[in-house]
């Protein structure tokens, strides 16, 4: 797929970026508000335009189980297709100015890339769905330089982009922001089923994939709503599809509630075990997060914040069992 959108009835195009699919006459900008419908095609506004250029851990994305202890080039222009109240990003989300945006090409970002010894670049910050295009051509050439790809994305892509991803992108991390349809309807403006479908279409492409829950006080950190959130990824997923259980921050419109307490956390991971994950693991917290082998036990990669400080797996296998783990190891 080379357009990412359709001509439709009445002069209009359809936008096949995200499960939005909007419908734009001439002049009309999508819901992500920077996407446009000019002289019947689709433009994409941020295309070669970043706010944001970072060299991050990879542990940040947050991708444990995928090149550890590796550096990945991150970048985000502006936009979004949610309108999640909490985000932790909402300066570059929750805009749509493209004045005073970076231009960058692909070249350029490959080459920082290369030269500051990057393994991978990560469309990230803001939803990268909505700049698909750009992020596209940037991951085909830095394909050619052996970097890998990765998405970062509250999991809206539609199946046509999805088939498209195959061969470009290489891991994701996807938001499970919560199990409650009118919840993701009315408070995110978006649908769950919709994000549900990627994940699975993900999983059953190939692709590398671990889920973020950012849990938030009364809104989807009940028994019932983490126990769905986790039986889903063992069940739908696999046991081995890492689960990250993040803590809450007041910011953006969100401001009244407290932060989400470490006790919370661990009553998610312990609901993760009971429901068969074998990796699970606490965001936005100074605990120490240690992959351990599922068949054994053994302590394979313990992590401190964003730094890895221990890594004991050889050849993606337990040293004492010679059992596989599950991940992205080279």
Same mark, same amino acid.
């Given at each position: 797929m080379n357009s990412f959108y359709k001509t439709i009835e009445n002069n209009k195009i359809e936008c096949l970026l995200c499960r939005h699919y909007c419908k734009l006459k001439e002049g009309q900008v999508g819901v992500c508000g920077v996407n446009k419908n000019e002289n019947n095609r689709l433009v994409n506004l941020v295309y070669g335009?970043? @706010?944001?250029?970072?060299?991050? +851990? =990879? $542990? /940040? /994305?947050? !991708?444990?189980? %995928? !090149? +550890?202890?590796t550096t990945s080039l991150s970048i985000g222009t502006v936009g979004c297709n949610f309108e999640c109240p909490f985000c932790q990003n909402w300066k570059i989300s929750q805009i749509n100015y493209i004045k005073g945006l970076y231009n960058v090409t692909p070249q350029q970002l490959v080459e920082i890339a290369l030269e500051r010894g990057c393994k991978s670049i990560s469309y990230t910050y803001n939803e990268p769905t909505i700049f698909y295009p750009f992020a596209k051509d940037v991951a085909l050439l830095a394909k050619e330089y052996g970097l890998k790809n990765v998405f970062v994305s509250n999991g809206f892509e539609t199946p046509e982009v999805i088939d498209d991803m195959v061969g470009v992108i290489d891991a994701f991390n996807i938001d499970i922001k919560g %199990?409650?349809?009118?919840?993701?309807?009315?408070? !995110?403006?978006?649908? #769950? &089923?919709?994000?549900?479908?990627? #994940?699975?279409? #993900?999983? /059953? /492409?190939? %692709?590398w994939v671990e889920c973020t829950t950012l849990i938030v006080p $009364?809104?989807? &950190? @009940?028994?019932?709503?983490?126990?769905?959130?986790?039986? %889903? =990824?063992?069940?739908?997923?696999?046991?081995?599809t890492p689960w990250h259980i993040s803590a809450f921050h007041p910011d953006y419109k969100v401001t009244d509630k407290e932060a989400t307490p470490l006790e919370t956390l661990k009553r998610a991971y312990m609901i993760g075990k009971e429901a068969g994950l074998n990796f699970i693991y606490m965001g936005n917290t100074l605990n120490t997060n240690t992959t351990l082998c599922p068949n054994c036990g053994k302590s394979l990669i313990k992590r401190v914040g964003f730094d890895v400080i221990e890594d004991r797996l050889k050849d993606g296998k337990c040293p004492k069992c010679n059992s596989k783990i599950a991940g992205v190891w080279r």
């Amino acid at each position: 797929m080379n357009s990412f959108y359709k001509t439709i009835e009445n002069n209009k195009i359809e936008c096949l970026l995200c499960r939005h699919y909007c419908k734009l006459k001439e002049g009309q900008v999508g819901v992500c508000g920077v996407n446009k419908n000019e002289n019947n095609r689709l433009v994409n506004l941020v295309y070669g335009k970043v @706010s944001t250029i970072n060299i991050d +851990p =990879i $542990e /940040k /994305k947050p !991708l444990y189980h %995928f !090149l +550890p202890a590796t550096t990945s080039l991150s970048i985000g222009t502006v936009g979004c297709n949610f309108e999640c109240p909490f985000c932790q990003n909402w300066k570059i989300s929750q805009i749509n100015y493209i004045k005073g945006l970076y231009n960058v090409t692909p070249q350029q970002l490959v080459e920082i890339a290369l030269e500051r010894g990057c393994k991978s670049i990560s469309y990230t910050y803001n939803e990268p769905t909505i700049f698909y295009p750009f992020a596209k051509d940037v991951a085909l050439l830095a394909k050619e330089y052996g970097l890998k790809n990765v998405f970062v994305s509250n999991g809206f892509e539609t199946p046509e982009v999805i088939d498209d991803m195959v061969g470009v992108i290489d891991a994701f991390n996807i938001d499970i922001k919560g %199990f409650k349809s009118e919840y993701y309807k009315k408070y !995110l403006k978006g649908e #769950l &089923d919709g994000v549900l479908d990627t #994940l699975k279409r #993900l999983k /059953k /492409k190939g %692709f590398w994939v671990e889920c973020t829950t950012l849990i938030v006080p $009364e809104e989807n &950190d @009940s028994d019932q709503e983490l126990r769905d959130i986790a039986e %889903f =990824i063992a069940k739908e997923l696999d046991v081995n599809t890492p689960w990250h259980i993040s803590a809450f921050h007041p910011d953006y419109k969100v401001t009244d509630k407290e932060a989400t307490p470490l006790e919370t956390l661990k009553r998610a991971y312990m609901i993760g075990k009971e429901a068969g994950l074998n990796f699970i693991y606490m965001g936005n917290t100074l605990n120490t997060n240690t992959t351990l082998c599922p068949n054994c036990g053994k302590s394979l990669i313990k992590r401190v914040g964003f730094d890895v400080i221990e890594d004991r797996l050889k050849d993606g296998k337990c040293p004492k069992c010679n059992s596989k783990i599950a991940g992205v190891w080279r």
